[in-house]
Nanobody, 121 residues
């Protein structure tokens, strides 16, 4: 079994910073892209940031220049440094990863349970 466990959410004032972390564990052969998504109340889940196994990154326009995604391939972790937070960043943040559990399996998308980020004005 594969598990993704997030940590680091919480309440912060506008302009503040938070760092989210996500650790993948279990039967893991290889991890391709790792991502952070978020879902605000009444809205669809949206991609916030993505990082490939080679370290290439992609960000939503709304967070460019404020958020930084990084990963540690040796530890199977991905992090999201969030700076200059705004009230509109308030959402549940989800970690996801494309994981191959053995040499013959295909990649499958796994999700974490989500962590709440609340930014007060």
């Amino acid at each position: 079994q594969v598990q993704l466990v997030e940590s680091g959410g919480g309440l912060v004032q506008a302009g503040g910073s938070l760092r989210l972390s996500c650790a993948a564990s279990g039967s893991i052969f290889s991890i391709a892209a790792m991502s952070w998504y978020r879902q605000a109340p009444g809205k669809q889940r949206e991609l916030v940031a993505l990082i490939t196994s080679a370290g290439n990154t992609n960000y939503a326009d709304s967070v460019k220049g404020r958020f930084t995604i990084s990963r540690d391939n040796a530890k199977n972790t991905v992090s999201l440094q969030m700076d200059s937070l705004k009230p509109e960043d308030t959402a549940v943040y989800y970690c996801s990863a494309n994981i191959k559990i053995n040499i013959i399996a295909g990649f499958k998308l796994y999700w974490g349970q989500g962590t709440q980020v609340t930014v007060s004005s």
